[in-house]
């Protein structure tokens, strides 16, 4: 699990793990207009239903569902980011009205990108609505990050005015890992295996960093090949971001006692999967003809043409989404097509690494990686038992 857990780089210090105040009952609300359609989980909840004959999960199940209710909260927060400037806004998905430069420069990407970006938002809106939910329902805590809505976030013209200041996550400030391209490509290395394989980076000053997937102000709608060069970030931050839940829920689910816990983990975690082809194929579209190469002339970003010399082949050809088949479990076993890593050990510590390094949490303060870390703890000692 190399590239979900290598290093820590920010210091996540657990002085202050203190959940008091944190976990209150309720949902853990987007804010403004959003959620008008969900109501507040006391409402919304099913009447209290047991799991077990002592009528609540195991701690470990909680913990397992509570980090990935924390984890969806948090996608939730920046596709909703998203969507605000470059997706549909509706009923099911409002707030914000759009940004025509940047929306054009998603679409040249994809015609569909729009609908693409506006369906995933709603899938992990339900997604932590449904593990909050759930939670309550049984017993347990939900997780609730309300606290930490602190970040600016966009202020280009589209974006939802309500919620400046409001966020949770930081789209402006992106290192993209984006070795993902190359693992998925390789019959050879799996890193579940082979944990210090070093995969190349398909876009490698995406790894350099940090670049904005988003407009910051209309400053960033021009030169033309600026706004594209964010456009293309944004495309390759979203599979990226994807292949991460991708690993995680099946990774997550080696752990679970219950059955039900079980299932729904097995079945949150296969639409992770969809997302990920999906966006993969749109990163594909940025690294090909007629957009790539292209270089962006504010900062020097290069988004390489990946079918061409010295690229191309089966490590980077664009339309090559389907997972290669790779070695798994025992190197003398036959190659399969799988996803990978699923090691269970670390992985939610190795998740939260991963989004920490990313970037994604640059403002947040000690007190929000104290809370998360606490999560990723409890979830990372949920132990099967059968």
């Not at 210091?11 to 987007?30: D, I, Q, Y």
């Not at 292949?243 to 983990?265: D, H, K, T």
Request: a negative charge; proline letters at 7%; one cysteine or more.
């Amino acid at each position: 699990m190399k590239d979900l857990i290598d290093g820590l780089k920010v210091p996540l210090n657990r002085r202050s793990f203190v959940k008091k105040g944190l976990m209150a009952a309720g949902a853990a609300t987007v804010g403004g207009d959003l959620l008008a359609h969900a109501s507040a989980l006391g409402e919304a909840a099913p009447r209290q239903r047991s799991l077990t004959s002592s009528g609540s999960l195991s701690s470990g199940d909680a913990a397992l569902l509570r980090f990935a209710a924390a984890a969806e909260i948090l996608e939730s927060d920046f596709w909703i980011q998203y969507n605000e400037l470059g997706g549909i806004q509706d009923s099911e998905v409002p707030g914000g009205s759009g940004n025509r430069f940047y929306t054009s420069k998603l679409q040249n990407l994809d015609a569909d990108f729009p609908q693409y970006v506006h369906d995933n938002t709603d899938d992990e809106i339900t997604h932590f609505t449904f593990l909050n939910a759930y939670l309550v329902a049984n017993g347990a805590e939900p997780a609730n990050l309300d606290q930490f809505r602190t970040l600016q976030g966009s202020l280009a013209s589209g974006v939802n005015t309500q919620m400046i200041g409001k966020r949770l996550t930081n789209l402006t400030q992106l290192t993209l890992d984006t070795s993902w391209w190359t693992r998925y490509r390789s019959d050879s290395h799996n890193p579940d295996l082979d944990p210090n394989f070093v995969f190349p980076q398909a876009v490698p000053g995406l790894a350099s960093g940090p670049h904005t997937a988003i407009p910051r102000t209309d400053a960033d709608l021009h030169p033309d090949k600026h706004i594209q060069a964010i456009a293309n970030t944004a495309a390759f931050h979203m599979p990226t971001i994807e292949q991460g839940g991708n690993s995680l829920y099946p990774s997550m689910a080696q752990r679970a006692s219950s059955v039900e816990v079980l299932r729904i983990l097995i079945s949150i975690g296969p639409t992770e999967t969809m997302h990920f082809q999906t966006w993969s194929d749109k990163a594909g579209n940025a690294c090909s003809r007629p957009l790539a190469p292209l270089t962006d002339p504010t900062n020097g970003l290069m988004f390489p043409d990946l079918n061409s010399p010295p690229f191309g082949g089966e490590t980077f050809q664009t339309n090559l989404i389907m997972p290669e088949p790779c070695p798994f479990l025992d190197p003398s076993l036959p190659i399969c097509s799988i996803i990978r890593p699923t090691e269970t050990n670390g992985i939610a510590m190795g998740a939260l690494t991963f989004l920490t390094n990313m970037g994604l949490f640059i403002g947040q303060p000690q007190a929000f990686f104290d809370y998360m870390m606490g999560l990723a703890a409890d979830a990372d000692a949920a132990t099967r038992q059968c």
